[in-house]
Structures are given as structure tokens and as C-alpha cells.
């Protein structure tokens, strides 16, 4: 079983930056790809970025491409998304998740674990 847990989440202004963080404990598979998906009210869960284990591959969705980047450090078994010039339109609650496959995915169901979520809230 694997546990994630979110961290960096809050309230900041249009234009601002946040950085999230996700640890991975437990027994993931030795090359796993791990994502960032988030989820406004009223909307489906939907893919943010994506990192296979050797970093050699990342995913964007189109909404933050230039504005936003996912790192990782397999050392620690943690995810990074920087987000910055963020805009109202990123409100949401961030959610990280692991695909236990070196296979790059940005499906939803393909993720076999999840974290709890961590919220953004960007003011206008």
C-alpha cells in the first residue's frame, strides 16, 4: 500500500505563487509515474502534469503549460508542483497520484493511488 500526502496548498492573489508538495510512503514499484490532478466544484477531477520516475518525460495540460512545473525527487519519494502567475481560474482542490507503471499516463483511472488534496484558492 502507498500513502501520499499533499502539502503547500493555501490562498494567494492573481499573479501570485505556490509550491505544492507530495510524499509517497510505502511500497510503490521501482519506476512509478507520479501526477498532479486537481478538481474545482462542479467539475471533474482532471490532469494538471505528469513525471515518469526518470523525470525524462513530463505532461502538461495545456490550461498551465509555461506557468506551471512538476519536479520530482526520488531520493524522498516526493513530487513537486511549482505554480506560478496563477489565476482565479486555478481554484481547485490539488490532488497527487501515483501510477505504478513507468508507462507516462494522464488518465484518471489509471492512478492507483491517491492523496487526501490539499487546497488553492486564487484570488482575484
Known amino acids: 500500500q502507498v500513502q501520499l500526502v499533499e502539502s503547500g496548498g493555501g490562498l494567494v492573489q492573481a499573479g501570485g505563487s505556490l509550491r505544492l508538495s507530495c510524499a509517497a510512503s510505502g511500497r510503490p514499484r521501482s519506476s512509478y509515474v507520479m501526477g498532479w490532478f486537481r478538481q474545482a466544484p462542479g467539475k471533474e477531477r482532471e490532469i494538471v502534469a505528469a513525471?515518469?520516475?526518470?523525470?525524462?518525460?513530463?505532461y502538461y495540460a495545456d490550461s498551465v503549460k509555461g506557468r506551471f512545473t512538476i519536479s520530482r525527487d526520488n531520493a524522498k519519494n516526493t513530487v513537486y508542483l511549482q505554480m506560478d502567475s496563477l489565476k482565479p481560474e486555478d481554484t481547485a482542490v490539488y490532488y497527487c497520484a501515483v501510477h505504478n507503471s513507468w508507462v507516462m499516463t494522464t488518465s484518471k483511472n489509471s492512478y492507483d493511488y491517491w492523496g487526501q488534496g490539499t487546497q488553492v484558492t486564487v484570488s482575484a
Open positions: 513525471i515518469r520516475y526518470s523525470s525524462d518525460s513530463t
